[in-house]
């Protein structure tokens, strides 16, 4: 029947059927990239999925790359386990991200598996960073084009779990990892993909530009957060059983909602590598 792609309508996202995700040949991975590049997120719908698919199917776009920080898979150690138990009142990736722009070469994208989904709620938001450095003004697009900006893990990773109670924090994320040191991205980014201009900051890892300090930093990069997540650039998807999401990180931001307290909630993700950016 071949493959179909049809977008979500909003700013960004499509939905793609036509595939057996575990079983792609070259052009139709060719085909899953071009479409990343093109929509920012690709949803599928009703895939049987076992965590040996899961894993041909991330290495069918790349190599994978293991996170730091979650908690892998006890058998499958390539799968981040992004787990919420009844009893947390905190959700993994709550705030408007873009995980891996600490890195030097930022992942191309992750691929994530609902595995137990609550009852009602538990969906995730996607925000395009295409649309948000579009609707910028001339001006701020010239501004903010000579700019670069620094990106922590640090920030999220040591300040912000250590604010979690130790028992949540050892069986959500990994003992001892280490934090890589800060690294500096352009602000508008050009896409290895479709060439396009991108935003890219984010609230969770971008700490200041270069060569400002913080305190000079924080106005514009509060505009910029504000900014990206305007509901005009989002998307809200809906997770069922059998659905798999797989977002670019180079032009998207994403979120999970915390509206399930009392449930559980398990998605099994992992990370493809990406390539270094430029302006």
Known sequence: ?????????????????????????????????????????????????????????????????????????????????VRTRPENTYVIGEAW???????????????????????????????????AYD????????????????????????????????????ERFRDGFRFGPDVVHPVVISHPVSGRPVLYVNRSFTTRFDGWTAAESRPLLEFLFEHGSSVEFTYRFRWEPGSVAMWDKRCTWHKALNDYRGQTRLMHRITVKGCPIAA
């Open 1 to 81: 029947m071949g493959i179909d792609i049809e977008p979500t309508g909003a700013a960004l996202g499509a939905f793609v059927s036509g595939l057996e995700l575990g079983k792609l040949d070259p052009d139709e991975s060719a085909t899953v990239i071009e479409a990343l590049g093109e929509h920012g997120v690709l949803f599928f719908r009703d895939q049987d999925v076992a965590p040996e698919g899961h894993i041909a199917f991330a290495e069918s776009l790349g190599e994978i790359d293991v996170n730091a920080y979650f908690s892998p898979n006890e058998t499958y150690p390539q799968i981040a386990e």
């Open 97 to 131: 991200h873009t995980d891996h722009s600490y890195e030097e070469a930022p992942a191309l994208g992750s691929i994530l598996v609902a595995r137990q989904l609550p009852t009602s709620g538990g969906d995730t938001a996607f925000s395009s960073m295409y649309a």
């Open 135 to 170: 609707a910028l003004s001339d001006g701020m697009k010239e501004t903010l084009r000579g700019l670069r900006a620094v990106h922590s893990s640090y920030e999220a990773f040591g300040i912000g779990l250590s604010k979690l109670p130790e028992e949540e924090r050892s």
